[in-house]
């Protein structure tokens, strides 16, 4: 990856500001796939579960990683903000690769088009990689540069995911379709989206529950970290590849054993903040949860069956990026602390979070029909909310204040 330029000193005034302005449209669009990809669930289409989950992965998860890899490096790394016009570039190879996707595959298009696409994506996971590194390097507090390692390590995940999704719109490959689909999922949900969630996890729970950085959370522990999650999601692809159930098995029982060590990084939350933070924090805790027993069940199973993938992306990625985007949303609006409360109470939604987990519970049942209802319901309450929110939105140079707590 190649170094990008960085704006300004290191630390510099106006560097919060910069990047939450960068930050809200990638977020804004994330958002937009994601109830894109709750319309597709009920409108008729041609591809059947593909196109829903392929929105929301690389549309919604994609760019929402995008976006709060950044922005978390800036605010919490102390690093300059990064090039406008890159991060614009960046934002819509993303963009412009899902919906290129989507269109081909539901619309039928020759398979050259299909692998434009692709590329897209995978252009705009270096790019993305070669920003993070630049961020990683201009940093001032060393402290989060265990977790920006995530970040990058994920980014190599994402490419290697991605070319297998071209190889697979190709048509070609060493191995069967079935075999590199199966590697094509795990590499894409475990090593790019996994590997953000579980660095990130420990610092934006502390920062959601406003508390203090758990100090179980050191430079060792998140390499060892990290470590266990890179070899396990590498273990769990190539047994998908061999078709070696006991490989596949090692791989997510090793990514689950991982999964707790993140989890008991965690900063000991009680009453007072689950009472403040309320849903969106709720929907952390829980999406960390889903995502952990989707993985233990693979595990137990030695495969990655439809049943876990589905449990994995609604119960646990959908509230993860769910629970993000009702901090993120109110301090990316800005307008000072009045405005602050006054969006915390417009996406402090008990409804999302019941229709999230009765999604989750259906997926996990294979109950279809409740399934399909409960994400209407959810997409739509995430919709009306987030219109809620940007109505008369008053940009702010202050709105990063509440990132620094």
Known sequence: MVRQPIRGPVGAAGRVAAVHGQARPTLGLAVAFSVAAGIAVAVPHRTGAWLPL??????????AVSAATQLLAVTWGAAPAPPART???????IACGAIGLASARELGWPTPVMAAAGLA????LVVLGSLLWGLRAGAVQDR????????????????????????????????SAARLRTAHLTVNLLGLVGVVVAGSLPWFVATTAKVRVSKRVTARRQRTSLALLAVSTTTAAVGGLTDSRVLTGLGFAGYAV??????????????????????????LLAGTTWLAGAVAVA?????????????????????ILAGAVAYL???LRGGGHERLAAGFRVTRSWLGLAAANVAALAAAASMPALLGAAVVVWATDVCARCLLLVHGTVRSTSSGADLHR
């Open 54 to 63: 392929h929105l929301f992965l690389l549309g919604g998860l994609l760019l």
């Open 144 to 175: 989060f540069a265990p977790v920006v390692d995530h970040y990058l390590v994920a980014v190599g995940f994402g490419v290697a995911g991605s070319v297998a999704g071209i190889f697979l719109a190709a048509g070609i490959g060493p191995v």
């Open 121 to 124: 994506v995978v252009s705009g």
């Open 329 to 331: 949303g109110p301090v």
């Open 299 to 319: 595990a137990a199973q030695g495969a990655l069956s439809s049943r876990a993938v589905l449990v994995l992306i609604v119960g646990g990625y959908g509230q």
């Open 87 to 93: 991060v614009a570039a960046q934002r819509a190879l």
């Open 258 to 283: 991982a999964m707790v060590g993140v989890v008991a990084m965690v900063s000991r939350l009680g009453t007072k903040q689950l009472r403040w933070a309320g849903p969106r924090l709720i929907q």
